[in-house]
């Protein structure tokens, strides 16, 4: 089994910060992409940032400059790094992993459970 573990969520003000981690467990034989996606009240799953294997990186335009996506591959860990924080980032934030697993040769996608973000005015 494969599970991702999330951790980090609060309650900030704008303008502060916070660290999300993500930790991918269980029996697999590679993690390929990582990505956070949000999904805000009302609206719908947006996609945050991804970082591939090999440390390619995209983000959503929204947060360029603010957030921060990493990876820990000794750890199975994806971080994301969030920095200037707006009430407009407050949502559910949900860690996805492309995952191959020990007898496949193609990956499937697990995901978190959620952390709630919640940056007041």
């Known amino acids: 089994q494969v599970q991702l573990e999330e951790s980090g969520g609060g309650l900030v003000q704008a303008g502060g910060s916070l660290r999300l981690s993500c930790a991918v467990s269980g029996s697999f034989f590679r993690v390929n992409v990582l990505g956070w996606y949000r999904q805000a009240p009302g609206k719908q799953r947006e996609l945050v940032a991804t970082i591939t294997s090999g440390a390619s990186i995209t983000y959503a335009d929204s947060v360029k400059g603010r957030f921060t996506i990493s990876r820990d591959n000794a750890k199975n860990t994806v971080y994301l790094q969030m920095d200037s924080l707006k009430p407009e980032d407050t949502a559910i934030y949900y860690c996805?992993?492309?995952?191959?697993?020990?007898?496949?040769?193609?990956?499937?996608?697990?995901w978190g459970q959620g952390t709630q973000v919640t940056v007041s005015s």
């Open positions: 996805n992993a492309d995952i191959t697993g020990r007898w496949s040769w193609s990956g499937v996608a697990y």
